[in-house]
């Protein structure tokens, strides 16, 4: 277990941000951490990056206790706040040479570091530009770039793709996809689980605090049933409409919403076209149908709903 917390508690005043958080990472992971704003995502990481203690409960690196071995756990973690620190006057090349002195690396290796790092974030043609002059993905690359110069075992990346351009995300994601296959733990969080589905290999849902669910994206998903949706009216029966739908073999469940049946499709079945034939052949003419949008955000909500219920 590389990350492991137990009854993880903090309180700021008499606002509960965790509550009895467990969260358990083997080595390698790559762990989406996923909940609305102010559900408590920073506070965690913070804590496993050793800049808070934990109220109540303990927070575990590779085995050393955050607050009591700080200072072990430091080399072993690579932290990217959510916001990007203030050291704009220098140009890049100097920016991670700067870091790369704070960790003791020096001379050649240091160069050799430097112009590693720089190649893996795609940032060494702009080694020479002033880092102010940067995107804001450049920006963010960088943030990464800077954590990876003493080669840590673990990432704690806090919402690296918020504000980037669909562009800067991809990007991102490519590096850490790329970070992962080179053995990193990896956690990452976000408040939009579509950009963390292809990229973790497991995720956990927080909300006020409390951990929902951790499990691996497949599970999310079949939990979250991310199966097509249609929408059908008909000017008859829509009891009757239910029933006759209600009995075949492709559909998971149908309900009556507003007048509308609703049917939900078993989860590998695309192609809805039987739901007209059915209906026809059983004297139900159709005023509408329709797929509903069933994205990742909002099987991200059902995945919420169904777990706290
Ligand atoms: N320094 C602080 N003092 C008081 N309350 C805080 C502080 N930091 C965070 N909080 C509160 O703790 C809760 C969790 O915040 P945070 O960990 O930042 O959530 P997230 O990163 O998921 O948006 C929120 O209700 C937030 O307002
Ligand atoms: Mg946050």
Not at 81 to 97: K, N, R, T, W
Not at 117 to 126: G, I, M
Not at 268 to 296: G, H, M
Request: charged share 30%.
């Amino acid at each position: 277990m590389i990350i492991e917390t137990i009854n993880l508690t903090k309180k700021y005043d008499k606002l509960v941000a965790l509550d009895n958080l467990q969260l358990r990472l083997e080595e390698g992971e790559c762990f989406g951490y996923i909940g609305p704003n102010g559900a408590g995502k920073t506070t965690t990481i913070r804590i496993l990056a050793t800049l808070l203690r934990p109220t109540w409960g303990e927070a575990r690196v590779c085995g050393n206790v955050v607050g009591y071995e700080s200072r072990k756990i430091r080399p072993l973690i690579g932290y990217v706040p959510d916001f990007f620190g203030a050291y704009e006057d220098m140009v890049v090349q100097e920016y991670l040479e700067f870091f790369a002195a704070a960790y003791n690396i020096t001379g050649k290796k240091r160069d050799q570091i430097v112009g590693d790092v720089l190649e893996l974030t795609d940032l060494t043609y702009k080694r020479d530009a002033l880092v102010d002059s940067l995107s804001r993905g450049m920006k963010q690359r960088l943030s990464i770039a800077r954590v990876l110069l003493h080669d840590p075992k673990v990432l704690l990346l806090d919402e690296p793709a918020s504000g980037l351009d669909p562009r800067a995300r991809i990007e991102i994601r490519e590096l850490l996809k790329e970070l992962h296959r080179m053995g990193k733990t990896i956690i990452i969080s976000s408040h939009i689980l579509p950009e963390l589905a292809d990229l973790c290999s497991s995720i956990g849902i927080i909300e006020r605090g409390k951990l929902l669910f951790q499990g691996s994206v497949t599970e999310a998903v079949r939990r979250a049933r991310v199966g097509t949706v249609v929408h059908v009216e008909t000017p008859d029966d829509s009891e009757k409409a239910r029933q006759v739908l209600a009995n075949l073999n492709a559909v998971e469940s149908v309900s009556l919403r507003n007048g509308a049946v609703i049917v939900n499709l078993r989860e590998e079945v695309n192609d809805f076209s039987f739901i007209a034939r059915s209906l026809l052949d059983n004297n139900l003419r159709i005023r509408e149908i329709k797929q509903e949008e069933v994205n990742l955000e909002t099987a991200f909500m059902r995945l919420t709903k169904g777990i706290v219920q």
